[in-house]
Structures are given as C-alpha cells and as structure tokens.
C-alpha cells in the first residue's frame, strides 16, 4: 500500500512537471506583443562582415555588431519574380507580403492585385504601427509596408496611401513628390491630407525629441535630408540631425502601450553606398543602423517573453568581397577610418565647390591635400595608403575624366571603373577600400544570398535557409496573423 | 472512488506518453553512429549559390543541390590565429581540432602543440575512419585530419603520419614527397611503410572498383592526377577516371559496419578553379562535391537515426560575387554552360601546344575558333557573348602578354588583371563570367564568413552564427568526445 502510494505521488509528481513544460511550451508559442522589423538595404553578409571587422580594428574588442548576436539565424534567397537580381521593391513586397513579384512593384503580385503586408495585418488587429526610414518615407522598402502600386516610381500615389493608413508613426526622410508634380493625376497634397486624418507633422529635432505619449499619429522627418529626401549619410550626421536611433528610441517611447505595435525599421542608405562602392560609409550607415537596433535589443531585455526583433538585408549591393587582388591576404579595417565624408558629401559639397571656383583651371595637384584630409590616401611618404604609381596614374586620369564632365556610359569600359558615379570620387573610394583589402564587383545589387539574425519569442522559426517570401511568412505566423 | 479511479488513470496515461516523450529526445542524444564531414576547399555561400543557379538553368528545375536541402543551417566566421583571411591549413586545423592556429599549421595550435582530430578521436574510440580529397591526400585539408606539422609544406612529414595513422581508407589524390625528395630529413618511403602497416595501394580504377568489404585498409588514388597530384577538374574528367563519388561510395561500402564510421571528404578544387576566377571550373567541381554528398543522404536516409551529414566550407576564394558591374542587374549562368575544359587544361594541354608549335608565329587570329570552341565567346555575330571591342582589345593584349611569356609581379596593375595564371586564360574565363553575370574581387582566399549546412543526429547544433572552431566543438560534442 505505501509502495503504491509512493509510485502514486511520484507519477503525480511527474506529471506536473511534465504540463507545466507543456503549458511553458504552450505560453512561447503565443504571439509577440512587440515586433521589430529591421531591414538592412543592400546589407548582404559581406556588409555586415565588414562592420563587424571595422568595429573590431576601432575598439579594440571582440565583440560583434548587436544583430550578429542574436542566437537565431538564417540565410535567404533573394531573387524577384522576374529577375535573379532582384530590386528594393520586389524584394520588400516579398519582405512584406510573403509573395514573389516583379521587379519594381510595391506590395503588389505579379498580376497587380494588392497583398495585404505584415504592418496592415497587425494594424487591423489593432496593434500600433511604425514606420521607419533612412531615407525617404515614400521609398520602395518602406512603402511595402503600407502601399499597393504597381511601380515604386509612382511616390505621388504612395505618399496618398501613406497619408490613408492609419499608421501610428513615420520616421526618417521626406517625402518625393507629396503634391502630385510629377503625377499625371494628382490627387492632392498628400501632408495636407495626412494633418485632416489627424497626423501631426513635425521636421525639426527639438520639437520631435520633445514628443509624448499623448501625441496622437505622428509624421517626422529630419530637417536635413540632403539627398533624395533621405537623412545624411551617418558619416556625415551633425549635431543638429536626428538619428536613425533617435527615431527608433521616440517610435518605442510612442508607442508602446498594451495594444502592442509593429515596428520596421529601414537602414536605407547602406545600399546607396554599396551602389557607389564606398565602403567607410557604408559601414557607418550599418553600424548606425545597429544602433537602432541595441534599443531594440534593449527593450526586449525588459519584455523577453513579449519581444521579436528580426533583422535582414533585402539584397546584396556591389558585390562586396573581403579581400581584394592588390592586398591579397592582407586585411587593414583601420584605414577606412582615414575617411571623414562619403561619397556623396565628397562629390556635392568638395568638388562642386572646387569645379565652381577652377572653371578652366583645375589642376590634379590641387587634390592633393584633399585626397589626403578626406580619404587618408598620400603620394608619397610611408605606409600603406602611399599611392603606388599605377593608382596614381589611374586617379589622374579619373580626375581628368571627372572634370571633363562628360557623361559615362553604361557599355563602356569606363563605365566598369566608375559606373554612374564621379570618376574621381569613386577612384577614392576604390583605392582607399582596396588599400583596406576590399573589392567590388558591381555598381548595381547582386544576387548572393543574405544572412538573417532574429531573438526573441518564435525567434528560433528562423534557423535555417529559406528563400526571402519565407521571412514575411514565417512572421505572420508567429504573430498569429494569416497568411493569404 | 470511480472519478479517484479515472484521475489516476488519467494521470497514469500521461506520465507514460511525457515518458516516452523523454525517452525518445534521450535516445536522439544518442551519438550518431555514422559521421560525414564534407569541406568544400574555398566553397563560400556565392559558390554554393551559382551553382545551384547554374543547375536550375541547366535543369530548368528549380531544385537546389543537395547539400542546401539540409533543414540545418549555419555561418561561420573563418579567420585565423594571426590573418583575418585564412588558409587552408589554419581552416582545417579549425574544423578537425576546434582551435584556432597560425596560417601553414596542420593540426597543431598556435604554440605547436599538437591537437588531437575529430577523426583521431573517431579511430581511439573503435570507428573507421576514411579521409577523401580530390586534391593530393596530403594536402592541407585532407592533412589536418591526421597529421600534427608546424607546416602544410611538410608533405613528406604528412605522409609517413598518414601511413602510421592506422585510419582505414585514403583516397582521391596522391602524395607530393612520399620519399621526402624534398625534405632535409628524409624518413623512409612513406608508401613501403603503409604497405608495411597494412595498407593495399590501388592506383588504378577496374581494382579501385572491385574492391570488397574483406579487404582491410586501403590508400586509394587516381591513376590520372595531372595538377599538383590532384584528381582532374571535374570539367575535365575522363571515363577512366575515378570521381569523388565513386571515391566516396566505396568508402561508404567498405567502412559500413557496426563499429561505425567517421570519413572526411573534401571538395579541394573548387578552390584552386577559384583561385584562378574560372566560375565554371569551380561550379563543376561544386556540383561533383555534391554528387559525394548525394550519396551520403542517400545513406542517411536509410540510416536516419544513426547518421550526420555536415557540409561546409573552409573560406571562400576570389571573391565571387553573382553581380557583374557590366551586366549591371542581370544574370545568365546558362553561358556558363560553352566553357568545355577547365583554366587549368587550357593553359597546359590547349595554349601550351600552340605555344610550342608557334614560335614566333603566334597570332591573334588564330585564338578566335578555339575562344569559340572552348569558351563560347565570339568576335562577331549575335548575342550576348559577342565580345565587345573594349573587350576584345583587352584580349589582344592578354593575349600578348601571354606568348611574351613575361611573368607577371605582384604589386603591378597586370596582376591586378591577371594574377599568377596565364593572361589569355584568365582574361577568357574572367570575360566569360562577367558575360553570366558573375565578379571576381581577388586571386587570393576572403574573409566573408560562409555557409554551413547538416541534416541527421544533432544536425539541430548547426544552426546559427559561429567560428569555425565551434564546428569541430559541435561535432566533438554530439560524437561524445571531450574536446581538449
């Protein structure tokens, strides 16, 4: 009887423990109540890669970048509908919606008939919204998220969808054509109707970083946006601009709340650097981007069991290698920090300035100490960043080419050595990352498969290669949404 | 007393079922009784991805090679003691030991110490043990596994190791200096010692075949090793040759048995086709390592419960990319399709009879059928392998270079285009790829971290983000090996 009584208990014994693994197990497979969604543009795993090395060679430390350690991670393919490359559009649709489409359409199946993304769903289950970019809110990446247009071209129309959504928050750049200028049929001035459906709109730090809780819906941009409505390069940040962090750390403050939200968060200008082959400033905008995501990470460190945070890349972009023909082996990270602007700033700001003022006497001695002050490269002297004469010889000819102003083509051989960009700028660019031990093999995106890292609740769903419809899939499912 | 009874009944079935549960994740920790360990030499994630592309557009099936079916999947950072770029000594010292070593060491750490194999550990514990390259079996990979050599160029010191190990089955490639012609202390003749030790030596394909499960430990290796003791480039294989698979099968054949088996098989030339920027060459010897590793999933899946597979790679080389600044977004791997020999064949079979038959006669003109004949490319006509006259002005002067017989320097703008290899040769193959769609960063390895995949018993541990030191570690783990 005591025998009995004892294997009684102890099955009694085991048996709670075993439903309370049961119900532990039951309680994880409840949905997220907050959603991160970072998307690193153009950042393929070479990119990611690279920040780690440059943040390593800075620091001191081992340490990798916040995405790259998280403990779940997964590999994706990339390819659109139409075309192995694919592009920002197809790529987001498929991000966001969980379908294949066509190069350029924006959420949207090859057919034109509208998916209803991942932000819409958790929208109409009445979770907050917000909506992040580094470059302008109306681009192809974000607009997956809350438009259905055919082509990414058409920003008047996405603006009009962006302004309908009812979504909680926009951040990041401007906005492309607000008004309809470009359209043949406007239909309005999209901020206008943004302010009637009840959004404030604000582009200035000091009254952005002082937003609360009891704001309502919220439009913000950066009073700055210097290139295509997009924040400046994080290169190029001054005090005055706000970050994409600081966008990141306001959208959380706003909108967590017992309704739950869905965040994505957009590092857009990676992809804008690779396109120009300068490496620095891409590292800058990715290390950037990871900022933004420590506070995501932060914040799931207080609500473990309530947090998914997701990051990817939407496709390679340049065909980043680390290694390069000319270093062979070698591997120097720490040059690239020898470079103070990007690309951009150093094409529109330094040499326009110089192009200005040397009509008719422009002389390559001139970039001399400009070579050396922006990019740390030197014709003479000792050490690594010493031009050999063949690099020498090779940026003359590009600086003669830049002041030529003559157009390049694509087809040509110049066009392999300086894609559509300003010949002397990206032969900086290339020769400071060579000297780094990084090469190129493109202007345009590549078709290379992207790393994925994700922690938190469902996070372990993607472990594994899969192709990128398979992200946005296996999201809604962990949020309980449907997929159709 | 009767809902007592039916509570304990209740009880007493789920306790069995939460039982049973235990019991069958305990008998998965099991360790696996069979253990495939695939390296593809210089096999990054752009290799294993233009292969599967170049497959699909030779299929027209959009199935993936076998090794990216596996459901576990993981990236590995691959730098070494004292490079971020690794070589293949310090990589495999990585996967076989789990210690990270100086660039040239095989199987010792940093300090010289010697670290005991994964298949050291295999063998101590009763397993068989096969080692299979189909570069020569003393080559670095291959070596790592069961020699301890301050350096991979002791090929000497390597093969008297391999003929003491006592593992059961060698074969692919041959041996570099098995008499230690070129070692300061010869140690004996490196074969005589195997045969004296047991080993059977087949070097010829009809007895390679016919050998059954009663023969004890063989070292096995290709009659025809025309590169370095290495097998053909698959691109090049004859029907009297013997193929990694059939290498791998007879292995499976002969090592099957109760005590279990740990074989090793490296894919060696995908590196070296990369080395040379030859995208076909390397994705040939891909799909061959694929067809090895078919056959271990064919074993598997009769085995399921009892194997692992691990595929992985040991660093990428060149710097492969799947985008091509000239062909900006698009894509044709089926070009790839009229490459007909190997860089490495036509430089020594094709170019070097010419050569000899030419002597100061050589012409470019009579370069145009044989461009077409063995690669495609075209100086008129239609279509996309019509060489441009940019393009085809740089052949000329490849071409050139080549009958100059000139070497060309590192550290010179011409090895920027053409490496060590043979300009013409280089310079088609890199033409060719470029017309597919696909760039090449360097001649050397890279540090891009790299694709891991596994299927089997533990395969789950594979997933995520690590070194490459954590492979070894894992597989050491789930075999039930201390590592020390």
Redesign the interface.
Known sequence: MKVKTLG?LL??V??IV??MSALAIASEAQPPKYVFFFIGDGMG??QR?AAN?FLKSQTGESHLMFM?QF?????T?TYAND???T?SAAAATALACGVKTN?GHVGVDPNFNPVETVAEKAKKKGMKVGIISSVSIDHATPACFYAHQPSRRMYHEIAMELANSDFDFFGGGGFKDPKGKKSKKPLGDALEIAKENGYEILANKEDFMALTKDFGKVIAYNDRLPDGQALPYAIDYKPEDITLAEFTQKAIELLEGPEGFFMMVEGGKIDWACHANDAATAIKDTLAFDQAIQLAYDFYKAHPQETLIVVVGDH?CG????????T????S?DHLKHQKVSFQAFTDEIMRKYKESHVGKAAFEDMIPLMKEYFGLQINGEGELVL?N?ELE?LKEAFIQSMSGVKVN????D??LY?GYDPFTVKLTHLLNQKA?????????????L?L?AIGVGA?TF???YDNTDVAKKLMTIMGFEFK
Chains 1, 2 share one sequence.
Not at 71 to 75: C, K, L, T
Not at 410 to 413: A, I, P
Request: charged share 10%; hydrophobic share 35%.
């Open positions: 009684f099955v009694v085991f048996s075993c439903m795993t070479a890669s090395e790259d403990p779940a991670y997964g590999v393919t075309r192995f490359i592009g190069i390679e065909g980043l290698s680390l290694g390069f023909a000319g062979r082996y070698a591997s990270f050999a063949y090779e694509v087809g040509t051989s066009y392999l894609g031990g990084l090469g190129w093999t493109s202007y345009s995106h590549t078709g290379v498969p790393s890292s372990e472990n594994g290669f």
